[in-house]
């Protein structure tokens, strides 16, 4: 019932910038924290960085200063701008809703396709 779609992935050189983009339901968006995920080959998802209805923000120390969540309200849709990116952020990215934020934060079992980033040296 709840779809979200992730886009803007992609491959950069290592100091370069990618825009991920990820589409919800107005409901969802508009009720809930949103955040993005990461998983690597061989490892855990991990929580990148998450938003609550009122607009506070969180991030991974490993993102800290490099990359930013925002949305668009009018377009029901949350962003993730990552700069200075290193090849170590190689993973597939993923949208989710849930609750709480940082390392209160609970995701929903909703989840998007994912976006592939692939940063190379």
């Known amino acids: 019932q709840v779809q979200l779609v992730e886009s803007g992935g992609g491959l950069v050189q290592a100091g370069g910038s990618l825009r991920l983009s990820c589409a919800a339901s107005?409901?969802?968006?508009?009720?809930?924290?949103m955040a993005w995920y990461r998983q690597a080959p061989g490892k855990q998802r991990e929580l990148v960085a998450d938003?609550?209805?009122?607009?506070?923000?969180n991030y991974a120390d490993s993102v800290k200063g490099r990359f930013t969540i925002s949305r668009d309200n009018a377009k029901n849709t949350v962003y993730l701008q990552m700069n200075s990116l290193k090849p170590e952020d190689t993973a597939v990215y993923y949208c989710?809703?849930?609750?709480?934020?940082?390392?209160?934060?609970?995701?929903?079992?909703?989840w998007g396709q994912g976006t592939q980033v692939t940063v190379s040296s």
């Open positions: 107005e409901t969802i968006f508009r009720t809930n924290t």
């Open positions: 989710n809703a849930g609750r709480g934020s940082g390392s209160s934060y609970r995701p929903y079992d909703y």
């Open positions: 938003f609550t209805p009122f607009g506070n923000t």
